[in-house]
């Protein structure tokens, strides 16, 4: 199917699957962040790098639930090869791989049980980068420095407009660096932001990344959180968040037992958080990104 410049292709995740109530919490509507999510349309959009060159993709999302679709619309000028691994990238970034019916079951007789029921299907959508994972950390659930990032990425990303719709992609770390201190805080960060912003900038900058790349990073999760602790700026928190945004497993930059300690604080449960981290495993992050969407939501 062709439409305007753009080509159609479907991802039809297992059931169930929920990804609205994700970027409806925890993204700007219209806002880039980098992508752009725009509620009323339920529609996701980016500039992605593909086979080294980047291209606009926009994902609609036409149901969820137990009937899920995700309508994926990339640039027909990109080749067969550059076409798959656009969708490649989109059923990544968009949690395609969890599965939620083994969380459930895990989940039975523990006091997550009501927890996971509430949320049916929900995950959360990855970065597709450990510099676009680190910026979104930064400014997690805070209103004004993700502002100042929507205003970095205006001045810094790629852009492209398609049908009267704005793309961006990822900051170049280059254009940051050269914004320099004075710069990023015009642009709204803190002191504090803004030197972090320019410390992660520029160990990523040149060379080989002081990181392993993000399928490495996905496999050894608490390792890049150490990783990360290493650039001056990022502490336990932000590194677990932007490691979370990049791993395999649901949530997974945290240890389980902290995950479930969390969460049990949340629900006011005096439950072993041990004894449910065991049970859980894997899934003992997506638990805590639950109470994390709740409390936001």
């Not at 550059?82 to 969380?103: G, K, N, V």
Request: proline fraction near 7%.
């Amino acid at each position: 199917m062709r439409r305007r410049g753009f080509e159609m292709m479907e991802i039809r995740p297992t059931p169930p699957y929920r990804i609205t109530s994700h970027l409806e919490v925890f993204q700007i509507s219209s806002e880039p962040q980098p992508s752009i999510y725009d509620p009323s349309w339920r529609s996701w959009r980016m500039m992605i790098e593909a086979n080294g060159s980047e291209w606009p993709i926009r994902v609609a999302i036409r149901s969820e639930g137990q009937t899920p679709l995700l309508q994926v619309f990339v640039d027909r000028g990109a080749d067969y090869s550059t076409r798959r691994e656009m969708q490649s990238m989109i059923s990544w970034a968009f949690a395609t791989d969890i599965d939620y019916l083994e969380f459930l079951n895990r989940a039975q007789g523990t006091p997550l049980q009501q927890l996971a029921w509430r949320n049916m299907g929900s995950r959360y959508v990855r970065a597709l980068s450990i510099y676009e994972a680190i910026l979104r950390a930064l400014v997690w659930r805070q209103e004004r420095p993700s502002k100042a990032l929507a205003g970095l990425i205006r001045r810094c990303s790629s852009q492209r407009t398609l049908n009267g719709l704005d793309y961006y992609g990822t900051p170049k770390p280059d254009c940051v660096i050269s914004l320099g201190l004075m710069g990023l805080k015009e642009a709204g960060f803190s002191q504090a932001k803004a030197e972090t912003i320019l410390m992660a900038s520029g160990a990523l900058s040149e060379g080989p990344p002081p990181v392993p790349e993000i399928e490495g990073a996905s496999e050894d999760p608490r390792e890049l959180v150490k990783r990360l602790q290493e650039i001056r700026g990022i502490g336990k928190v932000v590194a677990e968040t932007a490691v979370s945004l990049i791993s395999k497993r649901p949530w997974g930059g945290a240890p389980p037992e902290s995950s479930i300690k969390r969460a049990l604080e949340t629900l006011k449960s005096n439950a072993d958080p041990k004894e449910i981290a065991r049970k859980l495993g894997e899934y003992s992050g997506l638990a805590y990104y639950l109470v994390l969407l709740e409390s936001m939501g």
